[in-house]
Nanobody, 117 residues
């Protein structure tokens, strides 16, 4: 079964840190661009960060300098390190993998991140 599974979401206080993981099973992430999206209640899903096969990265302006995306192809896993978390980072975070040639993509089920004092 081809799937992505996110983990690492939790409730933290402002200023805290979390590391999200996205593990692929049933396929290799080698030829995929991986992105993290998030969706807050009542808002549209937005792209947070992405990483290419060559580890080129891009970030949403509001998370630039606080979040770091990385990939470990040997573990078939992508990470999102989130530091200096703010209440506005509260959302369900989703992992997406899109094949760089065919553009076939997969979504994970999401992991909840709540930032609150």
């Amino acid at each position: 079964q081809l799937q992505l599974v996110e983990s690492g979401g939790a409730s933290v206080q402002p200023g805290g840190s979390l590391r999200l993981s996205c593990v692929a099973s049933g396929f290799s992430l080698d030829y995929y661009v991986i992105a993290w999206f998030r969706q807050a209640p009542g808002k549209e899903r937005e792209g947070v960060s992405c990483i290419s096969r060559g580890s080129n990265t891009d970030y949403l302006d509001s998370v630039q300098g606080r979040f770091t995306i990385s990939r470990d192809n040997a573990k078939n896993t992508v990470y999102l390190q989130m530091n200096s978390l703010k209440p506005e980072d509260t959302a369900v975070y989703y992992c997406n993998a899109q094949h760089r040639a065919t553009h076939v993509d997969y979504w994970g089920q999401g992991t909840q991140v709540t930032v609150s004092s």
